[in-house]
């Protein structure tokens, strides 16, 4: 009904923002009415509302709005979904961990952005994101680099990189949210 990754659900039920009883297992159950109200609220509607998904707020138009994060690290994949499903709660992430099947997600799911690491196995980004800018979609697709890699780290790599925005993984919780508000707006302008 939420459209939210579990865990952003779960932090919500800690917060107190939806109503829910743990099982002896450590699991969250959440009643129907408490999800209806939460979304009648957010839409400034009377509790009784049966509220559904359709009528939750959307984000500049993040509805159906399709990030493919190709990366390595579970923990940066966490990280990225997090922060995805708490700012943009309808906007799908797909995960690929390696180069070479993050081309094939590429061209199964035809992105709307595109967050590329660069160290990655099989293929490096810089190669990936050369392969893929003679695919005809990829004009339409925005593109981000998302690197644990410094400035001069990345001077190996300048020919793929060159006026492509970069977020620095140390600074990925502060960068990436507005790099996709930015993202989106430019789609619905477009």
Not at 99 to 110: D, H, M, T, V
Not at 114 to 123: A, F, K, N, R, S
Not at 126 to 137: E, G, Y
Not at 138 to 143: D, G, Q, V
């Amino acid at each position: 009904m939420l459209g939210l990754a579990v865990r952003s659900v779960q932090l919500m039920v800690d917060r107190g923002e939806i109503q829910a009883w743990k099982t002896s297992g450590g699991h969250r159950r959440i009643s129907k009415d408490s999800v209806a109200h939460w979304l009648a609220s957010r839409q400034g509607n009377k509790p009784g509302h049966e509220a559904t998904l359709k009528d939750a707020p959307l984000q500049h138009d993040s509805n159906d709005y399709k990030i493919l994060l190709i990366e390595d690290s579970s923990h940066f994949q966490n990280l990225v979904n997090l922060l995805i499903g708490q700012h943009f709660p309808h906007a799908s992430v797909h995960l690929a961990n390696d180069g070479i099947s993050g081309l094939a997600k590429f061209g199964q799911i035809q992105p709307n952005c595109l967050l590329v690491d660069i160290l990655l196995p099989g293929i490096d980004g810089a190669t990936l994101i050369t392969t893929l800018r003679s695919d005809p979609f990829f004009a339409r697709c925005h593109l981000v680099i998302v690197t644990g890699l410094t400035t001069e780290q990345l001077e190996p790599y300048a020919f793929a990189l060159k006026g492509l925005p970069i977020i620095h993984k140390t600074r990925l919780a502060l960068d990436l949210i507005p790099q996709l508000s930015q993202a989106m707006a430019q789609q619905v302008t477009a």
